[in-house]
């Protein structure tokens, strides 16, 4: 079956520093790759997605490119804030029914910045 | 811009007893979902629906059912309530198989 594998953390940056959040997947066939991300008593927000191999996702200054050939999407950013404290889900589509039963979440990154 | 909105936001329930959280998406999706997100477990699907009145089994249905009679609400219900549901709750919906998802606030739901 499918699967999600990363890095749960917590993760502890300073301010302005370089993050990446390592995000690894099994999956069959060709699946949409997504980051989602969790701000405290929210739902999950989608921060960026790929669909394809070698497409590069970005948003609000992060990136993930998805390696098909290392079935990876990490998650980087080169300068982060505090206001980036949240936990960060990798996810893809692409079940049995053919990504009509939602997505497969990784257990979450939770990311902890200090001024 | 209300987008995915889910009732109540938090209950406390007695084991055994009954409760419906309600979703309700004013979007026009087709595909909704109910998961519940545990410490260290990330989130886990429940019931889904591809639209109004089909749903389908998830990776952890039992003790729950759901119901869809209308397109625009995702029913989740708890016949007996037991300690170990107690999580949170998240709906989300999305308008054709392989879109993102769009998730609700969630309800925080504590069995005692």
Known sequence: GNSVTQMEGPVTLSEEAFLTINCTYTATGYPSLFWYVQYPGEGLQLLLKATKADDKGSNKGFEATYRKETTSFHLEKGSVQVSDSAVYFCALSSGPGGGADGLTFGKGTHLIIQP | ?112
């Open chain 2, 1 to 112: 811009n209300a987008g995915v909105t889910q009732t109540p936001k938090f209950r406390v329930l007695k084991t055994g007893q009954s409760m419906t959280l309600l979703c309700a998406q004013d979007m026009n999706h087709e595909y909704m979902y109910w998961y519940r997100q545990d410490p260290g477990m990330g989130l886990r699907l429940i019931h889904y629906s591809v639209g109004e009145g089909t749903t389908a089994k998830g990776e952890v249905p039992d003790g729950y059912n759901v119901s869809r009679l209308k397109k625009q609400n995702f029913l989740l219900g708890l016949e007996s309530a037991a300690p170990s549901q107690t999580s949170v709750y998240f709906c989300a919906s999305r308008s054709v198989w392989n879109s993102p998802l769009h998730f609700g606030n969630g309800t925080r739901l504590t069995v005692t």
